[in-house]
Nanobody, 115 residues
C-alpha cells in the first residue's frame, strides 16, 4: 500500500520559515520524481517544486530563491524548506510521487502565514 504522509505545516509570521517533510512508503522511492503542490482556498492546485530521481530541481517562479526542495533516498523522504514566507504562501501543501503514468498523493499539510 502506497502512503505519502506530509508533516511540518503550521502557523508562522510573514518572513518566517517552515520545513515540510513527506514520508513515502510502499514505493521504490528512488525512482520516483517527487513534487510539492499547494492549494489555497477557492484556487486550483499549483505545482511548487519538483525534484527528479537524479536530483534535478525546478521551482515555480513565485517561490524561486525562497523555497528549496530536497530528498533523502535512504530515508524515503522529501523536504520543502520554505524561507521568507509571505501571506500568499498560505495553502494546503501536498507532496506527490510520480513515475510513468503512476502518481500518488499525500493528504496535505496546512501552512498559514500571518501578516
Amino acid at each position: 500500500q502506497v502512503q505519502l504522509v506530509e508533516s511540518g505545516g503550521g502557523l508562522v509570521q510573514a518572513g518566517g520559515s517552515l520545513r515540510l517533510s513527506c514520508a513515502a512508503s510502499g514505493i521504490t522511492f528512488s525512482i520516483y520524481t517527487m513534487d510539492w503542490y499547494r492549494q489555497a482556498p477557492g484556487k486550483q492546485r499549483d505545482l511548487v517544486a519538483t525534484i527528479t530521481r537524479g536530483g534535478s530541481t525546478n521551482y515555480a517562479d513565485s517561490v524561486k530563491g525562497r523555497f528549496t526542495i530536497s530528498r533523502d533516498n535512504t530515508k524515503n523522504m522529501v523536504y520543502l524548506q520554505m524561507n521568507s514566507l509571505r501571506p500568499e504562501d498560505t495553502a494546503v501543501y501536498y507532496c506527490s510521487a510520480r513515475v510513468g503514468s503512476n502518481i500518488y498523493w499525500g493528504q496535505g499539510t496546512q501552512v498559514t502565514v500571518s501578516s
